[in-house]
Antibody, heavy 121, light 107 residues
């Protein structure tokens, strides 16, 4: 069974750093792109970027380029989303999801449960 | 960027109704379009991909159509479990933008 299990909810202060995780299982992790999606409170879905765990090829939405870093460790089938200096506006639910195929032009067929990030002083 | 615009933003309907949601792309995305359903507090769920292909396990009352810049999601006979928010998403370009969502409410 394909599963993506994300790390737990976080409460952080502005300026702090953070790395959240997404562990894949039940499939060949290295050959499927993983995406990260943001959902701010009461709002819609926003595409952050994608990573190919096999070679760590990464693509970012222009809106998030330079604001976050996506990485992956295929040896432990885990993808990451990290911030170096959090802002209150980073408060949101963050989802990881798997692309349905092993090239880029595919939808998202399996999703993690989400990681709720709250940034507040 | 390719912009995705859904209409309506909110839709009120009753159990048994046939409903249609529209999604327009700012430029052609051929058939690289998906539809997702999201319920409160849950992750989105893939319903339709490649504009008209039904994801495994999704009831056949859901269907999708369209190509180029205009797409529709149709639910043929609404069931109580279908009241949720629906998003379209294009995966034609390097960053895969979503529509703003359509909230389907009980009339």
């Amino acid at each position: 069974e394909v599963q993506l299990v994300q790390s737990g909810a976080e409460v952080k202060k502005p300026g702090e750093s953070l790395k959240i995780s997404c562990k894949g299982s039940g499939y060949s992790f290295s050959i499927y792109w993983i995406a990260w999606v943001r959902q701010m409170p009461g709002k819609g879905l926003e595409w952050i970027g994608i990573i190919y765990p096999g070679d760590s090829d990464t693509r970012y939405s222009p809106s998030f380029q330079g604001q976050v870093t996506i990485s992956a460790d295929k040896s432990i089938t885990t993808a990451y989303l990290q911030w170096s200096s959090l802002k209150a506006s980073d408060t949101a639910m963050y989802y990881c999801a798997r692309l349905k195929g092993n090239i880029e032009n595919y939808p998202l067929d399996y999703w993690g449960q989400g990681t709720l990030l709250t940034v507040s002083s | 960027d390719i912009q995705m615009t859904q209409s309506p933003s909110t839709l009120s309907a009753s159990v048994g109704d046939r409903v249609t949601i529209t999604c327009r792309a700012s430029q052609s995305i051929t058939s690289w379009l998906a539809w997702y359903q999201q319920k409160p507090g849950k992750a989105p769920k893939l319903l339709i991909y490649d504009a008209s292909s039904l994801q495994s396990g999704v009831p056949s009352r859901f269907s999708g159509s369209g190509s180029g810049t205009e797409f529709t999601l149709t639910i043929s006979s609404l069931q109580p479990d279908d009241f949720a928010t629906y998003y379209c998403q294009q995966y034609n370009s390097n960053w895969y933008t979503f529509g703003q969502g359509t909230k389907l409410e009980i009339k």
